[in-house]
């Protein structure tokens, strides 16, 4: 929204850019009022009709949001950013046709509009025309190469496409003719390396992105008044370990029993997932070095304020606000009146002269310098030689790239019962029938049984039925594994060292706060989403990961005669499907022509593949071995 003149007979000029700014600044509440109050003066102000409409949105008052828009439309058909904002609005209430209207209508007004041709896609792509909206994600890229987004729904088109065809090289977008630009030669070798997770080209693909990730231009940002060698760095921690999660398997518990281990230095919560990727760091140093201090201090203003509800990157180039409360930051302590909070401004000062000894840094070495002034300012008088990086559910971008910086990483991945852990994982998607995140989460943990990132690293899984069975003999030898000694922190769990109660979104959080070792979570009863033939197929293809993580017993012949029975099945709707069509009250033949469902059937059938070959999934994370 751009900063608009008015004469007198309309609201003041700075009534409208506090409108506007109330809303750039996230204030959606504010900005509702103000607008309403505009609105009720200025009923024809189309600005103020359409501020409101995209406030309510934010709000999630969707229908009052659509009433605003459309109020906006009538006031000015020539606006296409309006359009665009209806069709968002349809879009979240699932009125697929008229929000492919609107997109077109947006197109129409306005055809270099890259993000409209981005979400017609995304309408087509859930009408089921995968052939359109592969052209619309194309467009999208073609007026704006390096648009992550559309790169990231493309892929799921691609995808979904892989069952009605069985070679998509020369589906690709070759950009290389009108850019010169690595980013966009990053994401085009990003595509083609997820469009090949779980077959054999996945060596190759995984290979190249690293080379090509390896080779960027803006590894390095150099320090304008350091000579080299002029001064002696301080010690940064060595050691880091990665945590990383299978489905709903407890790893915000996990990172809570680390938090106060005086070896070990954590930042609290899972703020920092999208911190390595591309465009956090181009935010962060677009000011050059004097203003990195101050710029990440921006970007993550919840670090240092629990309560801020200033949005955060997250997966799929998304952002969400309020994030600290949703994690239980706001509500810590003894009484649960306390808030996470760091002293920015020594912060700032601390960081700066950690900066100050080097003559450039790149992402990494940031990275360990924001641990190393964050436990500084929290008056932490523990050497801490070693990172525990909560990098929870990453973007593949910023998984790669934080692998090509830091090669040597410890890999830790909470781990449980598969049918139990994607069952509690899609809860709450499946509460809200959102078809199209149950599709992605479900997709997502059939291929991380055999993560390639995982293979031929120092990397182990850890049972949470173990963690909540054996909490002794499991930390102990988590402690072996990570080389760190056992400490009483370890059995407490804690942010900041504070008590932290738990995640106020876990189905169990009023059952088990602070009761770290409960095991309500891990002896809930399955079928609550999952019907007995969805269990059946889906505890098929996890087999061989359900066999590594003594989950079931090894029986070969009995496996393969499953994976027989079960390959028809892959081609029929699961029971939670028929669920979710007959609460939306959809049309099953449509419903089974939608993106998302081919998406997830052409996942499921090439695990079934790769079983019906090998009959197992090659390089299987290991089990820590506790005694």
Same mark, same amino acid.
């Given at each position: 929204?751009?900063k608009?003149?008015?004469?007198?007979?309309?609201?003041?000029?700075?009534?409208?850019?506090?409108?506007?700014e109330?809303?750039q600044a996230?204030r959606?509440?504010?900005?509702?009022?103000?607008?309403?109050?505009i609105?009720q003066e200025?009923?024809?102000?189309?600005?103020?009709w359409k501020?409101?409409?995209a406030?309510?949105?934010q709000?999630g008052k969707i229908?009052?949001?659509l009433v605003?828009?459309?109020?906006s439309?009538?006031?000015n058909p020539?606006d296409?950013e309006v359009y665009?904002?209806?069709?968002n609005?349809l879009?979240?209430?699932?009125?697929l046709e008229e929000?492919e209207?609107?997109?077109?209508?947006v197109?129409?007004?306005?055809?270099?509009y890259?993000?409209?041709?981005?979400?017609?896609?995304?309408?087509?792509?859930?009408?089921g025309?995968?052939?359109e909206?592969?052209?619309s994600y194309?467009?999208?890229?073609?007026?704006k190469?390096?648009y992550?987004?559309?790169w990231?729904?493309i892929?799921?088109?691609?995808?979904?496409?892989?069952?009605?065809?069985?070679s998509l090289e020369?589906?690709i977008?070759l950009?290389d003719?009108?850019t010169?630009?690595k980013y966009v030669q990053?994401?085009?070798s990003?595509?083609?390396y997820r469009?090949?997770?779980?077959?054999?080209?996945?060596?190759k693909?995984?290979k190249d992105?690293l080379?090509i990730?390896s080779?960027?231009?803006?590894?390095?940002?150099?320090?304008?008044e350091?000579?080299?060698?002029?001064?002696?760095?301080?010690t940064l921690p060595?050691k880091?370990?990665?945590l990383v999660?299978?489905?709903?398997?407890? %790893?915000?518990l996990?990172?809570?029993?680390?938090?106060?281990h005086?070896?070990v230095?954590t930042?609290?919560?899972?703020?920092?997932?999208?911190?390595?990727?591309?465009l %956090?760091w181009e935010?962060?140093?677009?000011?050059?070095w004097e203003?990195?201090?101050?710029?990440?201090? %921006?970007i993550?203003d919840?670090?240092?304020?629990?309560s801020?509800n200033i949005?955060?990157?997250?997966?799929?180039?998304?952002y969400i606000?309020n994030?600290?409360?949703?994690?239980g930051?706001?509500?810590?302590?003894?009484?649960?009146?306390?808030?996470?909070?760091?002293?920015?401004?020594?912060?700032?000062k601390?960081l700066?002269?950690?900066?100050d000894y080097?003559?450039?840094l790149?992402?990494?070495?940031f990275?360990?310098?924001?641990h190393t002034?964050y436990e500084k300012v929290?008056?932490?008088?523990?050497k801490?030689?070693h990172?525990?990086?909560?990098?929870?559910n990453?973007?593949?971008y910023a998984?790669?790239?934080f692998?090509?910086?830091?090669?040597?990483?410890?890999?830790?991945?909470?781990?449980?019962?598969?049918i139990?852990s994607c069952?509690s994982?899609?809860?709450d998607?499946?509460?809200?029938n959102?078809?199209?995140?149950i599709?992605?989460k479900?997709?997502?943990m059939?291929?991380?049984?055999?993560?390639?990132i995982?293979r031929?690293?120092?990397?182990?899984?850890?049972r949470?039925?173990?963690?909540?069975?054996?909490p002794?003999?499991?930390?102990?030898?988590l402690?072996?594994?990570?080389?760190?000694?056992?400490?009483?922190?370890?059995?407490?769990?804690?942010?900041q060292?504070?008590?932290w109660?738990?995640?106020?979104?876990?189905p169990?959080?009023?059952?088990?706060?602070m009761s770290?070792?409960?095991k309500?979570?891990?002896?809930?009863k399955?079928?609550?989403i999952?019907?007995?033939?969805?269990?059946?197929i889906?505890s098929?293809?996890?087999?061989?990961?359900?066999?590594?993580?003594?989950?079931?017993?090894?029986n070969?012949e009995k496996?393969k005669n499953?994976?027989?029975?079960?390959?028809?099945m892959l081609?029929?709707?699961?029971g939670?499907?028929r669920?979710?069509?007959?609460?939306k009250? &959809?049309n099953t033949e449509?419903f089974?022509?939608?993106?998302?469902?081919l998406?997830?059937?052409?996942?499921?059938?090439?695990?079934?593949?790769t079983?019906n070959t090998?009959h197992?999934?090659?390089? &299987?994370l290991t089990?820590?071995k506790?005694n």
């Amino acid at each position: 929204m751009k900063k608009i003149d008015v004469n007198f007979l309309e609201p003041s000029k700075q009534q409208l850019n506090d409108l506007l700014e109330l809303y750039q600044a996230g204030r959606y509440e504010d900005a509702e009022k103000l607008s309403l109050s505009i609105t009720q003066e200025f009923p024809k102000h189309q600005f103020a009709w359409k501020v409101l409409g995209a406030a309510l949105k934010q709000i999630g008052k969707i229908n009052e949001s659509l009433v605003a828009t459309q109020k906006s439309v009538q006031l000015n058909p020539q606006d296409a950013e309006v359009y665009y904002n209806l069709g968002n609005t349809l879009k979240e209430l699932g009125r697929l046709e008229e929000a492919e209207v609107s997109y077109r209508q947006v197109i129409t007004l306005k055809p270099d509009y890259a993000k409209a041709h981005n979400n017609l896609g995304v309408m087509l792509q859930e009408l089921g025309r995968l052939d359109e909206a592969e052209i619309s994600y194309r467009q999208a890229i073609t007026l704006k190469p390096d648009y992550a987004e559309a790169w990231n729904n493309i892929f799921f088109s691609l995808q979904a496409i892989k069952l009605q065809s069985s070679s998509l090289e020369d589906r690709i977008p070759l950009f290389d003719e009108q850019t010169n630009s690595k980013y966009v030669q990053i994401l085009k070798s990003i595509l083609n390396y997820r469009l090949n997770l779980g077959n054999p080209s996945t060596d190759k693909s995984f290979k190249d992105v690293l080379n090509i990730l390896s080779s960027t231009d803006n590894t390095f940002i150099k320090n304008p008044e350091v000579s080299s060698n002029e001064l002696i760095k301080p010690t940064l921690p060595e050691k880091i370990t990665a945590l990383v999660h299978f489905g709903r398997s407890g %790893t915000g518990l996990m990172h809570s029993l680390i938090d106060a281990h005086p070896e070990v230095s954590t930042l609290p919560s899972i703020y920092f997932s999208e911190f390595f990727d591309h465009l %956090t760091w181009e935010k962060i140093i677009a000011g050059g070095w004097e203003e990195m201090a101050d710029r990440f201090t %921006t970007i993550y203003d919840v670090l240092f304020d629990a309560s801020s509800n200033i949005k955060i990157p997250s997966k799929g180039n998304r952002y969400i606000s309020n994030i600290g409360q949703k994690e239980g930051m706001t509500t810590v302590g003894e009484e649960k009146n306390e808030v996470l909070s760091v002293d920015k401004k020594a912060f700032i000062k601390e960081l700066k002269k950690l900066m100050d000894y080097h003559n450039h840094l790149d992402q990494f070495t940031f990275f360990k310098l924001i641990h190393t002034a964050y436990e500084k300012v929290l008056n932490s008088h523990n050497k801490k030689n070693h990172i525990f990086y909560h990098i929870h559910n990453p973007d593949t971008y910023a998984w790669l790239n934080f692998l090509r910086l830091a090669p040597n990483t410890n890999w830790l991945m909470m781990v449980r019962e598969p049918i139990q852990s994607c069952e509690s994982w899609i809860r709450d998607k499946f509460n809200d029938n959102d078809y199209n995140n149950i599709a992605h989460k479900i997709f997502q943990m059939l291929f991380e049984v055999d993560n390639i990132i995982l293979r031929d690293k120092h990397a182990i899984g850890i049972r949470l039925e173990d963690l909540k069975e054996y909490p002794k003999k499991t930390i102990s030898a988590l402690c072996d594994w990570l080389d760190i000694k056992e400490n009483d922190s370890l059995y407490e769990m804690t942010a900041q060292g504070k008590k932290w109660w738990g995640d106020p979104s876990s189905p169990d959080y009023t059952k088990e706060a602070m009761s770290p070792f409960g095991k309500i979570s891990t002896k809930h009863k399955l079928g609550s989403i999952f019907s007995e033939n969805d269990q059946y197929i889906l505890s098929t293809l996890f087999y061989p990961f359900s066999v590594r993580f003594n989950y079931v017993e090894e029986n070969l012949e009995k496996f393969k005669n499953d994976l027989q029975t079960i390959r028809p099945m892959l081609d029929q709707m699961f029971g939670f499907e028929r669920k979710i069509v007959q609460n939306k009250k &959809m049309n099953t033949e449509s419903f089974m022509q939608s993106g998302s469902y081919l998406y997830l059937r052409s996942g499921m059938i090439e695990r079934w593949n790769t079983l019906n070959t090998l009959h197992t999934y090659p390089n &299987m994370l290991t089990l820590l071995k506790i005694n």
